[in-house]
């Protein structure tokens, strides 16, 4: 069994930075994703990042604007978010699960954390 706990979530204004973090335990994670829910949308895809961290893989919409990286000693994945924008307003998840076939899919994840909130103000 694996719990994400997820932190870093808060207030800021438009054009700032936040950096999320994602911490494990119970045992290692392999691939880790991130993804977002604003207040009447469904959950969408942000960034993902294997286990190596070889692979990553950004959204269109945060690119050049949020970095994903991992520390596998603490078993940690972060989000770097700069540039954040008023529509960057959500409720951030991180998963962990064996990604095998398309990074954005929820379902390509078995385990969730139970998020943090963003808010970019105007």
């Known amino acids: 069994q694996v719990q994400l706990v997820e932190s870093g979530g808060g207030l800021v204004q438009a054009g700032g930075s936040l950096r999320l973090s994602c911490t494990a335990s119970?045992?290692?994670?392999?691939?880790v994703g991130w993804f977002r829910q604003a207040p009447g949308k469904e959950r969408e895809f942000v960034a993902a990042?294997?286990?190596?961290?070889?692979?990553?893989y950004y959204a269109d919409f945060v690119k050049g604007r949020f970095t994903i990286s991992r520390d596998n000693a603490k078993n940690t994945v972060a989000l770097q978010m700069n540039s954040l924008k008023p529509e960057d307003t959500a409720v951030y998840y991180c998963?962990?699960?064996?990604?095998?076939?398309?990074?954005?899919?929820?379902?390509?994840?078995?385990?969730w954390g139970q998020g943090t909130q963003v808010t970019v103000s105007s």
């Open positions: 990042i294997s286990r190596s961290a070889g692979i990553r």
């Open positions: 998963a962990a699960g064996p990604v095998t076939t398309t990074w954005s899919r929820p379902d390509e994840y078995d385990y």
């Open positions: 119970g045992r290692a994670v392999r691939s």
